[in-house]
Structure formats: C-alpha cells, structure tokens
C-alpha cells in the first residue's frame, strides 16, 4: 500500500446508457433511460472510479451531460492532470477552483480520484469519511403516476420489500388530492413529498393542506434560488421543509439554516460539487442541530458506492434515496446492491467505493469513451 503521492497516468470518460426498469416521472420531465458520465482514473496498476450525474438535459439543474462531458474533456480533466502526482484529495478541488460552477462534473472526477488514492491505501471510502455504521437505512422515490392506483401498487410493492420512507414526487394538480388518497390508505408509513421547486410562495395554502397529512418533510417546494421565501413558507408549516436544489455549497446550507429557510437537509455530492464538500454539508449542518440525509440521482453502482459510504456518517439521521439497484436496473453496472427486509443495505467496506464497474456489462452500456 503506498503512502506516497498519487500518479495519474491516464483519465478516461465513458458516457453509459441502461435502461431503467420503469420511467422517472418527476415536476420537471420524465427519464426512461439512465445515462451517466462514468470518469476512471488510471493510477499504476489501479483505477479509480467515478460517476457524474449531470442529466440529459439542464431541467433539475443547470448542468447537463454534453456540458459535462466538455467541463470535464476541456477543462477540468487537463486541469487535474497539470497538476502532477495528488498529495491528497482536497487538491483535486484546488485545483479546479478557477472553474465556476459545473459542481456535478467536478464531482465525477474528484470521486474517481479520491476512489484511486483510497484504492492505493487500501482504505474505505467510508471510513475515511468517518462512517458511524455499517448499515444504512434506506428509503424510496417515487415517480409521478398515471393513476393513484397504479401508485399505490407502485408504493404496496416498495413497502413490501422494506423500505424505511417513501417519497413521492408532486407537481402542481397532482398534489394534495394525491397525498391525501396515499396517507388514508397507509396511515402509518412515513411519506415525504419533493416538488423539485414547482411551487411559488403564493401556494402556501396547499403547503398547508399537505401539513395537515403528518409527512416527515416537504422536499423543494419553492425555486431554487428563493432562500427567503422557503423561510417564509416554513414559517407557516410545522413540516420540516427540505431543501435538495437549493443547497449548492456548505456555505449555502449555511445561510439556509440559518435563515430559517429548512429544517432537514438532502445531500447530493454532485450538486454541492464532490464529495468533500457533501462532508462539508454535513458537518454545517450537524454543527447546527440539522438532520441531513443522502439523497440520489438514479445513480449507477459507482455513483451508489460513494452514496452509501455517505448515508454512513455520523450527523445522517433519515432513510436515504439510496435504493436498491433492481428498483432502477434490470442489470447494473457494478454487482447489484440489495436491500435487507428490514429496509438497511451493507455500506461497502473494501478499499475506495469497494464496488467496480463489470467490464463486460461496461462494453454493453458504453455509448462514447474518450481517454486522455
Ligand atoms: O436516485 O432514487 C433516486 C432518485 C431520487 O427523487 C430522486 N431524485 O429531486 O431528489 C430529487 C430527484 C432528482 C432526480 S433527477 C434525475
Ligand atoms: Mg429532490
């Protein structure tokens, strides 16, 4: 095991399509088929993985995966590589720091060089993050349906494999009636709702109709720049508001909590620009009595790997979107991450994110690659 600097011969970027086993339906567009930047970094005899989770188009962000793919090809990549060896992984974003934004690609190469550097020492991802447990519990979300009953099947089928929490996905005149059906049919399952910023501060009558169904949280409600409304609304509401697009930095959970603007926090390494910084996020938010959890953007095994070494530090006190690879994939990249009956799945414990894309299934799913 070296101790010694991380050498990086060789970055390639592989853009990956499955098929998800159902459409994502949520207030901004619905995806069928999952495609992702996967980033290796080639180290010696090592590589190290990483997944970016910028979508196919700029709707739950600005980011998407042809700006990704040139952030990453023509600046970012070139960036790290100038560089030389990496003495430790925080240089990764020193050395990025010139380019503003583009947080999602940032955070697919950083975690594919912190996975090589952990490799080479043999340590666990979740362990350097300071994992508190080797379980994390896990919970589901749930697209926009056809019906209400074709969601409740949906919601009947996740429950009965364990899940800790469903979330489901609202959009404004598919809201509160549907909530309501949901929370009369399952009085005792914990529900989130995540409009994914569909809502004004005008709709806080319906914010206070879905208050009256005892959710664990209202996800997103209002625009993602709007820090002062979603204070004003949460004013009104005894259901913790959530903020998921809002929260881009540490220093943007910062000022939220502090504004008054959530009371729960979701956690996505790749918006908030890599997995250090997501730490960061947590430590903010822990530090100020906020309960965070790792939230998901259909992620592959690799990106799952990293989610899951997350959801295990200290200051995550709720279910995760962290969900089995079968509620995604028929087949996925990596080996398949289950989920226990009582609703938990094993945080990997091998050295990096402990999991590795099967080259086989890789050639399969491979739609472009590009090393340099
Ligand atoms: O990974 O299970 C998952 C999806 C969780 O709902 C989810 N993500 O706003 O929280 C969110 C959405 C964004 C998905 S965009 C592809
Ligand atoms: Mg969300």
Redesign the pocket.
Known sequence: MSETALGIRSVELLEVALPLVRP?R?SFGE?GEKRAILVAVGSEELAGWGECVA?PEPR?SEEWLEGAWLALAEHLVPAVLAGGPIREPEDVGRRLAWVRGHRMAKAGLEAAVLDAWLRARGRSLASYLGAARDRVECG??VGIASSIDALLEEIRGYLAKGYRRI?L?IEPGRDVEVVRRVRAELPDTPLSV?A?AAYALSDAPLFEALDELGLVMI??PLDHEDLVDHAALQARLRTPICL?ESIRSARDAAAAIQLGACRVI?IKPGRVGGILEARRVHDVARSLGIPCWI?????TGVGRAANLALAAMPGVAMPG?T?ASERYFTQDLTDPFELAPDGTMAVPQGPGIGVQPNPDRLDDCAVRRMTT
């Not at 939230?295 to 992620?299: D, H, K, N, S, V």
């Open positions: 994502f949520t995806e979508s739950y589901v979300s979330k996905k995540d994914n996800e997103q998921d979701n939230g998901g953007m259909l992620e979107d969900s």
